[in-house]
């Protein structure tokens, strides 16, 4: 299937895109995730959460939209 | 005519809605970019009590974003600088300056003299503080953060729902995530994300509009989108921070008290600390190993014969089954003048669980 998958903060220096469509048919977020380490390598020492279909989800949950967001905290103020 | 004509002339607040604003009680942590919209927002809507916590001083740099601040308060501490202006601004309501930082020593205290709490701050370990203290303190938590173009926004410990550590339980890594100062941001950024801090507040009090709890508003100033996920509430990242709630009381005391407290903290605090040593000090036939980790496997039995695998260099945490024969060999340690020696509140079981559950 076809999932948007969205960066924000620092993530983009990682990715250097805020978002990109890929074809995936793994099964879990985290085979997603491990597809994406192997693709920006320096994704994979960041902090983040993931959020499927605008709902923050366990890396074990099973890929159900087309949507993922992967989230860092920020601290600035 | 009224100050607050303007409000007051909405059905939605009303003279009794002013009312609720004027009995307000808030307390804003940090005088910084965010802080100054928030501040001045709230002290022009009249509310009637705010707290202004901050111990850092004015700089020249600050007032590319910091519109509270001008070149007369160079040097001002922010926070008494803040309350300048907002009393010019607004003469009618009470404003109390706080120079201090905050810490686990005046957080709890200060936080349950307010009726919200508003999280301005820069750093990790402070928002990591306040949402802990704000847990504690059984109180609403505004909480918003920026980085760069982008912004966060929600509202914490409002009414059962989650908090900042249901959305990332874990601080990361000191210096994995740069700050502004580091890295710059865009002057009217903070000054948006701080409006929208102020709105959720105003709202709070007013019991109007959809207020932003269980919710993260994400919002982008560059390409102008706006996302809001949906955390989901963790009973558990609570209840821990319920658990060590006596944390922040013993740290208040540490000052004036001879005695030796064993300092209890979760394995994500642990592993966030640099040259840290791991001990087991279970019976070698127990399971779960703790694997994937380096681990130094001392039984609590044979502790007082083997103290010569403690590294005095290093931080050591403890942990055993439970989190009980670990703090008793913590004591055992102090005893015997080892210092550094925390405990680790999970057990093997749930360290494994959380090391699992890490991304790598």
């Known amino acids: 299937m076809t999932i948007t998958i969205k960066y924000f903060g620092l993530l983009t220096e990682a990715t250097q895109c805020h978002e990109e469509s890929i074809n995936f048919s793994g099964v879990l977020v985290s085979e997603l995730l491990e597809n994406l380490f192997s693709k920006y390598p320096a994704l994979k020492h960041k902090n983040f959460q993931v959020a499927q279909n605008q709902v923050l989800v366990p890396v074990n949950t099973k890929l159900s939209g087309n949507e993922i967001a992967l989230l860092p905290p920020y601290a600035g103020g | ?65 910091q519109v509270l601040f001008g070149t007369a308060s160079l040097g001002q501490n922010k926070a008494e600088a803040a309350k300048k202006r907002l009393q010019d601004l607004n003469d009618a309501i009470n404003i109390k300056a706080y120079p201090e930082q905050l810490s686990y020593k005046n957080a709890v205290n200060l936080f349950k003299q307010y009726d919200i709490i508003v999280d301005g701050t820069d750093n990790f370990e402070t928002r990591y503080l306040i949402n802990d203290a704000c847990i504690i303190a059984n109180k609403p938590l505004v909480f918003g953060a920026i980085y760069k173009f982008e912004g966060q926004v929600s509202v914490f410990n409002h009414q059962n729902g989650p908090s900042y550590r249901c959305l990332f339980p874990n601080p990361p890594q000191k210096g994995s995530v740069p700050n502004c100062s580091e890295i710059g941001v865009l002057g009217v950024l903070p000054g948006i994300i701080g409006t929208m801090q102020a709105n959720e507040v105003l709202k709070l009090i007013l019991g109007i509009g959809d207020v932003l709890s269980g919710k993260l508003l994400c919002y982008n100033a560059l390409t102008l989108q706006t996302i809001t996920l949906n955390i989901t509430k963790s009973n558990n990242e609570i209840q821990k921070v319920l658990k060590t709630q006596h944390l922040f009381h013993k740290k208040q005391m540490t000052n004036n008290a001879c005695e030796v407290d064993i300092i209890d903290i979760s394995i994500s605090e642990m592993l966030s600390k640099s040259n840290i040593q791991l001990i087991d000090v279970r019976e070698p036939h127990e399971t779960p190993k703790v694997e994937n980790l380096p681990i130094t496997y001392i039984p609590l039995s044979e502790l007082e014969n083997s103290l010569d695998k403690i590294d005095p260099n290093k931080v050591k945490g403890l942990f055993c089954q439970s989190g009980i024969r670990s703090k008793r060999a913590v004591s055992i340690l102090q005893d015997h003048n080892i210092n550094n020696c925390v405990n680790i509140i999970e057990g093997a079981p749930e360290i494994i669980n959380y090391l699992n559950n890490q991304h790598s």
């Open chain 2, 1 to 65: 005519m009224n100050r607050y004509s303007r409000h007051i002339i909405l059905n939605e607040i009303g003279q009794s809605g002013q009312d609720k604003l004027s009995n307000a009680k808030v307390l804003v942590v940090g005088a910084g970019g965010l802080g100054c919209p928030i501040l001045q927002y709230l002290a022009a809507a009249g509310i009637g009590s705010i707290g202004i916590i901050d111990f850092d001083v004015v700089d020249i740099t600050n007032l590319q974003r």
